[in-house]
Structure formats: C-alpha cells, structure tokens
C-alpha cells in the first residue's frame, strides 16, 4: 500500500513541475521548431498525428524559378494555414545574396512561421525581434519548417533570408 501512494504523488509532482516551467517560459519570448517529412502528400489537407506535420513536397526541387512559376510554386509550398495570415514573402536570390524584410506590426500572441526554399543547396533564415533572434536555421531546398514564436507583446519580426548558391524562398507569418 505504502508503494501506491508513493506513485501517485510523482505524477502530481511531474504535473505540477510541467505548470511551474510553463509558466515560466510563458512570461518570454520562446521559439520551436517542428522539422517535417519529405513523404508524398497523403491528403489535400496537412494533418498532425505525433507532432509531424506532412507538407506537399515541391515538384522541381532542384530548378529555381521567376514571374507566375515563382507564384504558384510559394502557394504549392506553403498550404493555406489554420489562422490569419499576416504576412508571406517570396523571391529569387543570387548566389551570396541576402534579402531582410519586416512584418507589419504583429499583436502579441502566437504565431507559425512558415519557411520553405527550392534550389540545389540551402537557404539561411533568420526570425528577429529587435536583436533577439527567435529563429536561426539552414534549410536543405525541397524541405518546409514551420517555427512557433511567442509575441509577449506586439512586435515587428524582421526576418533575413541568405543562400550560397541561386535559390527561392517562400514564407508566411500566420497567428495561431
């Protein structure tokens, strides 16, 4: 008997550990990144079963492109998302070329940022609120990362998109 009662009370201590630290990081700024598949496209809708979310892979992965292919391939790459959309950017960078936008100024909250690029290599992006950097990755072309950051307060987010070889990019910045 002795031994039950000592497990119940670490799933409360485990419960109310998993409260403190939310808290805690719920009072700052935070970022996460979800890194998902490259498998084929099981739906017309992305879905989310044990945290991966499969989103339609690009079909001319290594070949960049301009005008109305530029289009139409930033909205296959980037399905509609669940909330408003804020922001999306796309465009073509020359190797060794860097490009830095802003939002408009976001409401503090919740929000995806939603990335994917299309080349024979990688493209760099960073997320910036002022000079503190939510997001810093590398992302292999023909591949889409959605980063969660958290607004304590409304905020513009710069973000800079840089590549070493001729590539696209695409991304949205969408409240959840």
Do not use: H
Not at 71 to 89: I, T, V
Request: hydrophobic share 40%.
């Amino acid at each position: 008997m002795g031994s039950k009662a000592a497990r119940s009370v670490v799933p409360q201590r485990l419960a109310r550990a998993a409260v403190v630290i939310l808290v805690v990081l719920g009072g700052s700024l935070t970022a996460c990144e979800y890194t998902f598949d490259e498998g084929g496209r099981p739906d017309a809708n992305p879905t989310s079963t044990a945290g991966n979310v499969v989103l339609p892979p690009d079909p001319a992965l290594e070949e960049t492109v301009t005008g109305e292919a530029l289009e139409e391939w930033a909205k296959a790459a980037l399905p509609e998302s669940q909330g408003q959309s804020f922001y999306s950017s796309s465009g073509y960078l020359n190797p060794g070329e860097s490009k830095s936008e802003q939002t408009v100024q976001l409401p503090g909250g919740t929000y995806a940022v939603t990335l994917a690029c299309r080349g024979t290599r990688r493209v760099t992006f960073s997320v910036k609120v002022g000079e503190v950097e939510l997001v810093n990755l590398t992302l292999g072309c023909a591949n889409a990362r959605v980063s969660v950051v958290q607004l304590e307060k409304d905020a513009i987010l710069s973000i800079t998109v840089g590549t070493r070889s001729d590539a696209n990019f695409t991304y949205r910045v969408s409240r959840l």
